[in-house]
């Protein structure tokens, strides 16, 4: 069974960087494409960006809001994706949760961790 | 970016019922649709995938339909462990858009 477990979320400044993690197992970590999606308060579900597997190059993708600011990354030998998160600001509250891509869609999630962006 | 919507944006319906939600692309997305149920405090399931093929364990009362643009889940026979938010994405080229959501309440 898959499982995934993300942690680094907490209280940040504007302006601010937080950097979540993701553990993996279960699963061939280096061939599969992870995902973060996040879900503000009392709105929907927003994907934030994707890793592929390293087998096809750890090529990266992100929605608009995010390009620039937002890292995603991975660590093969410690089955885990990360998500760096820099210029941080109010509209990046929310609960991140990170899952597996596998036949184009999301099978297996985290169980999520709240990042809150306040002064 | 491919553009989602869905409707309606909520709903209220007693056990039993049937309850159909539709979701629209706004360019072809083929079939690279999947649905998503969210329920407070809990990860999302995914449900159906490549708009009908059920996932794995999800209950027969779940179907979904649709290529193109426009899409529908059904849920033939309501039950209390359904009560949640419904979400479509497509799957079809990145960013992977969700669409809005549509909330199932209870009447």
């Known amino acids: 069974e898959v499982h995934l477990v993300e942690s680094g979320g907490g209280l940040v400044k504007p302006g601010g960087s937080l950097r979540l993690s993701c553990a993996a197992s279960?699963?061939?970590?280096?061939?599969?494409?992870m995902s973060w999606v996040r879900q503000a308060p009392g709105k929907g579900l927003e994907w934030v960006g994707r890793i592929s597997s390293t087998t096809d190059g750890a090529t990266t993708d992100y929605a608009v809001p995010i390009e620039g600011r937002f890292t995603i990354s991975r660590d093969d030998s410690k089955d885990t994706v990360y998500l760096q998160m820099n210029s941080l600001d109010s509209d990046d509250t929310g609960v991140y949760y990170c899952?597996?891509?596998?036949?184009?869609?999301?099978?297996?999630w985290g169980q999520g961790t709240l990042v809150t962006v306040s002064s | 970016d491919i553009q989602m919507t869905q409707s309606p944006s909520s709903l209220s319906a007693s056990v039993g019922d049937r309850v159909t939600i539709t979701c629209r692309a706004s360019q072809s997305i083929a079939r690279y649709l999947n649905w998503y149920q969210h329920k407070p405090g809990r990860a999302p399931k995914v449900l159906i995938y490549a708009a009908s093929s059920l996932q794995s364990g999800v209950p027969l009362r779940f179907s979904g339909s649709g290529s193109g643009t426009d899409f529908t889940l059904t849920i033939s026979r309501l039950q209390p462990e359904d009560f949640a938010t419904y979400y479509c994405q497509q799957s079809y080229t990145t960013p992977f858009t969700f669409g809005p959501g549509t909330r199932v309440e209870i009447k």
């Open positions: 279960g699963l061939i970590f280096s061939d599969t494409y």
């Open positions: 899952t597996r891509e596998a036949g184009r869609r999301w099978q297996s």
